[in-house]
């Protein structure tokens, strides 16, 4: 009972709306007068604004949101204004209307206040789902009890097991039910699955593999015949020691060798990262030098070392070649570690060997790798250092340079306020020569600091002259 | 739909775009005249105005109709009110082309032609002529 009802209640949750009201199909679909003139459909809870316009409460208030007056005579409306027209209202509900399932088959025709009732309780071609939980089809509803008698996912009683089991996968359960009963394959006696898989463990009949195949023993045969007959005289088992200890060892080198293999990639990024910052440096310390013997000497440096980086590189996969080529071709590769101990031996061994050698040349990458690290570093140290050192020299001298145009430039200007100087005649004569000496006079003045600092080369080896006629030019320019 | 007098459906088989025929009215500029006109629906139709505008080869040459077939009408625009249907824009239409007295085009049409965008919607349009 209580199952019913959530199973209900979850139906009507995932159903869509029963129907769209502006969908409806009239018996009598064109009686104008009744209709709202912005949506041409009959009204639904019909208001009237001020100006006496119905429509269609959902209508007008739309347009209200786009436009503020009456869609019809242009009045402002206040939204809050609109009222119910309560008997366009009842008209409007008392119209009679199609099922809107009229396309299924449902001929039902009632007022349309009645519509929503009718598609809750009465209409058998509304949509609906399954009830099992598992099938959910969505189906019509006068089609549901015919379809609960055949659904799939229906559930029905296994008779061996007495569990509940979905209709479509009875026949699946009954490969697996533990209640069905089993004949053993080898000894050929019969009990119930659930026992049958216990028997399988001990049924002296069953053809198993000597206990040591995994080495290489190539006997199978009954259980019974295994401990009786094989084990005494298995040459495996004469070596068994020595195998298991061999195994150990091999997967101990196996984790060594995947460890080392992360350490070198987890290197490899490091590597090209450093690289690229000594390719950078070495390009941004050319472009200050010029084609100075540095940034050659540091070019040659990452070439060597790229080259080195490369070959390196190759070695792994030349080793895992190697590992692979001996596991599809055993036989041909390695030949004396066939000759020191049998076939089976033979194996271990080699594989042993690769994977110590293959170890021991990752190591030696690694170091090779560090070394051309810490390498890398102090000459790229021993680059900026040189560098710097002579860019500091440099700042040097061009604050020399600095100070002495300085020095210049105070002598020029202290000569040019002092009028009783020795330079005079030229500065005066350059200003009474120009005919608008009145405008010109402030114009150099106020251009004068701009002017010297940007004509100050030129300054150093000539005399004001040049200066004043600079000035001149930039104002002329500017008029 | 039945179509009013003197318009006919060319195309109107979905709610996005329309196409419809309008007949120049008897005993005015147009007479005898085809013309084409091209509605475009928003999703807010009726709420907001649909683009219309006149295409195909014979643009009405009309003082309110430029020749890239944008119309200057009201309703079509700033006034337009979601009461309107399709047939009351091409009674519109044809009064506005029946009250015509000269058939010119308007005078800025080269510019507007040359620098107005395809919907006519996005034109800032100025309404200053009640008579025609």
Known sequence: ?479 | MNPPAGVDIIDANDFKVWKLGLAGAPATLYEGEKFQLEFNFGPNYPLESPQVLFVGDNVPIHPHIYSNGHICLDVLYNHWSPVQTVASICLSLQSMLSSCTSKERPPDNATYVKTARSNPKHTAWAFHDDTV
């Open chain 1, 1 to 479: 009972m209580n199952n019913n009802s959530t199973a209900r209640k979850q139906d009507q949750d995932q159903e869509e709306p029963l129907y769209d009201p502006r969908g409806l199909q009239y018996v009598e679909p064109s009686q104008t007068s009744l209709q709202c003139s912005v949506c041409c459909e009959y009204f639904t809870e019909p208001v009237s604004a001020p100006c006496g316009h119905t429509f269609c409460l959902g209508c007008i208030t739309q347009a209200l949101e786009v436009s503020p007056g009456c869609p019809l005579c242009r009045t402002k409306i206040n939204p809050n204004a609109l009222y119910d027209v309560i008997a366009l209202s009842r008209i409007c509900d008392e119209l009679m209307v199609y099922c809107p399932h009229k396309s299924l088959g449902c001929d039902h025709v009632c007022q349309r206040v009645q519509i929503g009732q009718h598609l809750k309780d009465d209409c058998i071609y509304i949509g609906t789902l399954c009830r099992v939980e598992e099938c959910r089809k969505k189906l019509l509803k006068k089609d549901l009890s015919e379809h609960m008698e055949s659904c799939p996912y229906k559930r029905v009683d296994c008779l061996m097991c007495n569990t509940k089991v979905q209709k479509s996968q009875l026949q699946e359960h009954h490969k697996t039910c533990p209640a069905e009963s089993v004949t053993c394959p080898h000894c050929e006696t019969t009990r119930t699955r659930l026992r049958h898989m216990e028997h399988i463990q001990e049924c002296p009949k069953q053809i198993v593999p000597c206990t040591l195949s995994e080495f290489g023993c190539p006997w199978t045969g009954p259980r019974f015949d295994l401990t009786a007959t094989h084990i005494p005289q298995c040459p495996y088992e004469a070596i068994r020691g020595f195998l298991e200890q061999n195994k150990q060892r091999v997967e101990s080198l196996e984790q060594e060798n995947k460890h080392l293999r992360t350490i070198f990639h987890d290197l490899r990024p490091q590597v090209q990262l450093l690289r690229d910052q000594i390719g950078s440096l070495s390009e941004s310390i050319q472009l200050m030098t010029g084609p100075g013997s540095f940034g050659d000497s540091m070019h040659g440096f990452v070439d060597t070392n790229q080259y080195q980086y490369h070959s390196q590189q190759g070695a792994p996969s030349r080793a895992h070649g190697a590992i692979l080529g001996y596991d599809s071709n055993g036989a041909e590769n390695e030949l004396h570690g066939l000759e020191r101990s049998g076939s089976g031996l033979g194996t271990v061994g080699d594989t042993h060997e690769l994977l110590i050698s293959e170890n021991e040349r990752i190591r030696s990458e690694i170091e090779t790798l560090t070394a051309g690290l810490a390498s890398l570093e102090l000459k790229q140290n021993m680059a900026i250092m040189t560098e710097s050192m002579r860019m500091q020299e440099e700042v040097q001298s061009l604050r020399a340079v600095c100070h002495g145009l300085r020095m210049q430039m105070h002598y020029l200007l202290l000569e040019r306020q002092n009028p009783h100087g020795p330079s005079p005649p030229t500065g005066g004569g350059g200003g009474g020569g120009v005919s608008n000496s009145g405008n010109n006079g402030p114009g150099i003045k106020t251009h004068g600091p701009g002017t010297s600092s940007g004509g100050r080369p030129l300054s150093t080896s000539g005399p004001p002259r040049p200066r004043f006629s600079d000035g001149l030019g930039r104002q002329d320019t500017k008029l």
